[in-house]
């Protein structure tokens, strides 16, 4: 969702004053969806199956941690390895359980300072993540890693501030 706001102060006056205080615009986007389905795989193939990847054994419990950390976010304990020359039987995705949620919120501040009739100067204040959100990676998949259910990295950047200045003609 997007929007951008021209503010109305000193719009249609002319001076000194009006140009340096008007010409002012707001923009602003916020995006945000749930995590994707996590896949779960395993770090053993042992179908001997001449390739293809190979899933572990589900117990049907869910594998969701009620209250999921980037060290916690995928219990082990649910799942197993199939036996020698047996195919798991943990589906493709684990619906239930998801990566992290996204909710970023961007911003712009622009000020447009009519020089002449066709020249126009812009500066521009860009805020990316302005709230600091941290949105993580999906975590280790891969049944039987060490890491296996744990985040090791931040999916997104912190907070990026930037300036810029354009002459339009």
Do not use: H
Not at 27 to 39: E, H, K, R, V
């Amino acid at each position: 969702m997007n929007a951008v706001y021209e503010l109305p102060f000193f719009k249609k006056q002319t001076g000194f004053l009006p140009k340096v205080l008007g010409g002012w615009q707001m923009g602003g986007i916020w995006m945000g969806f749930s995590g994707g389905p996590l896949g779960i795989g395993s770090n053993v193939n042992n179908t001997f199956s001449q390739g293809g990847g190979q899933r572990p054994n589900w117990n049907g419990t869910s594998p969701c941690v009620a209250n999921p950390t980037a060290d916690r976010w995928l219990d082990a304990a649910v799942f197993s390895n199939p036996p020698a020359y047996t195919f798991g039987n943990l589906g493709r995705t684990m619906n239930g359980c998801r990566s992290d949620v996204t909710s970023q919120i961007d911003m712009t501040l622009t000020k447009n300072t009519r020089i002449k009739e066709k020249l126009n100067v812009q500066f521009r204040t860009e805020m990316f993540n302005i709230t600091n959100t941290v949105r993580f990676s999906p975590p280790n998949q891969t049944f039987g890693n060490p890491q296996f259910g744990q985040i090791a990295a931040q999916n997104n950047q912190p907070r990026v501030i930037q300036f810029g200045l354009k002459l339009i003609f």
